[in-house]
């Protein structure tokens, strides 16, 4: 079988596509709380691999482990953080650039010869704050690097690169960032939704999918008219 390693495999996101995989897929499951990661192994039969992508160990630790074998490597890891940016503590950026984009970035460009090699994959969990969200100004920026590395990677690695946009996601991601999701649009989608897209974007070799779908108009008025995206995003949701 081939082997699929998956960041934040211990919950959410990352768990549901561990799942989702599960069966056809060798899989190398990567997180930091270990009864969490071990629950989840036990019910894909994945193998779990404890490490903090908050530091080079962490991001070395996973590199050793998938190093020669990894086909498919999926980064779900990331936290957010919401408040003004005046508010945000310097060590708060430093996590976030960290763990939702220094670790993915390392990562990938330590394991590229192996995914060359084995004609393989990368698949990256954005966010729909890519195309940028007030009060979350820090997480915008990691997830827009995230989405601007995976555009240029797909021109320049010859492997498949598909990168996933959601929108608000029910997983205990809010509780972490310590505060809830309070819009009352759009709904959180299901996180089975999300790996649902990200594993049929990987076997269609799609390159980016908003989730859900009806999300891409918000980066098509952003991409076409950035002035008239912020005033709509200002009217919609005003600081
Ligand atoms: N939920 C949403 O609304 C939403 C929307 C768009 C994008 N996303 C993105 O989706 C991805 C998954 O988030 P989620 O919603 O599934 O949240 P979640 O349930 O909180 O899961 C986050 C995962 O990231 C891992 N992680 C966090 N910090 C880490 C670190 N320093 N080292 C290693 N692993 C770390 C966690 O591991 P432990 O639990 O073991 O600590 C956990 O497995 C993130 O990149 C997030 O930015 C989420």
Known sequence: MRTAVVTGASSGIGAAVAERLAGSWDLLLVGRDEARLAAV???TGGRSLVADLAGPDGVEAVRAAADGRVTLLVHAAGLGAAGPLADTSAACVDELMQVNLVAPVQLTRALLPTLVAQRGHVAFVASIAAIGVADEVVYSATKAGLRGFADALRLEAGIGVTTVLPGAVDTPYFARR??????????PVSPERVAAALVDGVRRR?????VPGWLTLGARVHGAAPALFARLSRR????
């Open 41 to 43: 192994a036990d019910r």
């Open 206 to 210: 799609r390159t980016e999918m908003f």
């Open 236 to 239: 919609a949701d005003p600081h």
């Open 178 to 187: 310590g505060r809830p999701y309070h819009r009352r649009f759009p709904r």
